[in-house]
Nanobody, 123 residues
Framework: VQLQALGGGLVQAGGSLRLSCAAS????????VGWFVQAPGKEREFVAA????????YYGDSVKGRFTISRDNAKNTVYLQMNSLKPEDTAVYYC?????????????????WGQGTQVTVSS
């Protein structure tokens, strides 16, 4: 399956963006889909994840209450709605998918990765 992450851009602090992760060459029906960030010089960090079956969601501590992950079955797409953005949210955001990851919070378990989309939050 190929993943395409879209929706990044430049936004002022306090603003909102919605990222999308679309799958091609397959469907998300058996997958866990996650979002991770990687800032320059830092390791990839967990943001949010969703189990397609059942819709169970996971969030990183820094985004709880501000970000919402959701899925659209018809469009085979996962969204990350980001509200109340802060300058420290600035990073490249990657979506990832896995049929077998044990802990959705850990990037090591994901087999498929999108190309990343840059989010920049100005102060």
């Amino acid at each position: 399956v190929q993943l395409q992450a879209l929706g990044g851009g430049l936004v002022q602090a306090g603003g909102s963006l919605r990222l999308s992760c679309a799958a091609s060459g397959g469907t998300f029906s058996r997958y866990v889909v996650g979002w991770f960030v990687q800032a320059p010089g830092k390791e990839r960090e967990f943001v949010a994840a969703i189990r397609w079956s059942g819709g169970f969601t996971y969030y990183g501590d820094s985004v709880k209450g501000r970000f919402t992950i959701s899925r659209d079955n018809a469009k085979n797409t996962v969204y990350l709605q980001m509200n109340s953005l802060k300058p420290e949210d600035t990073a490249v955001y990657y979506c990832a998918a896995s049929t077998s990851v044990l802990d959705p919070r850990r990037p090591v378990g994901y087999e498929y990765w999108g190309q990343g989309t840059q989010v920049t939050v100005s102060s």
